[in-house]
């Protein structure tokens, strides 16, 4: 290999590792964004939990009423809500004595 050669094949390989810095930096940078990105999702995921949590606290009570008056609303609708024909009509609205416990139970 002379020198002229050689100082070629230096000049590639110095050209392919700026290539490949440049390639490095941009990836560096992207990760960067990602990382910040992830921390503000992480702090957002954490308050909107907290903020679950205090609702789901005042709402317990509220939901099994609420519940309740949905199972009532469907049954005056003509249909079953008991687990034996759940969905089905009622025939010519008759009550079901298993609906009603469900619907009476304390």
């Known amino acids: 290999m002379n020198k002229k050669e050689l100082f070629d094949a230096l000049d590639g390989f110095s050209q392919n590792l ?11 940078k992207n990760l960067k964004q990602v990382i910040e990105e992830n921390t503000a999702l992480r702090l957002e995921n954490d308050k909107l939990r907290e903020r679950l949590g205090e609702v789901e606290k005042t709402s317990s ?3 099994q009423h609420h519940g ?39």
């Open 18 to 28: 700026l290539v490949t810095l440049a390639e490095v930096e941009a990836i560096k």
């Open 61 to 63: 009570a509220k939901s």
């Open 68 to 106: 309740r008056e949905n199972l009532q609303r469907i049954y005056n609708d003509g249909f079953h809500i008991c687990t034996y024909s759940y969905g089905q009509r009622r025939e010519n609205d008759e009550e079901c004595m298993f609906c009603d416990e469900l619907l009476f139970r304390e």
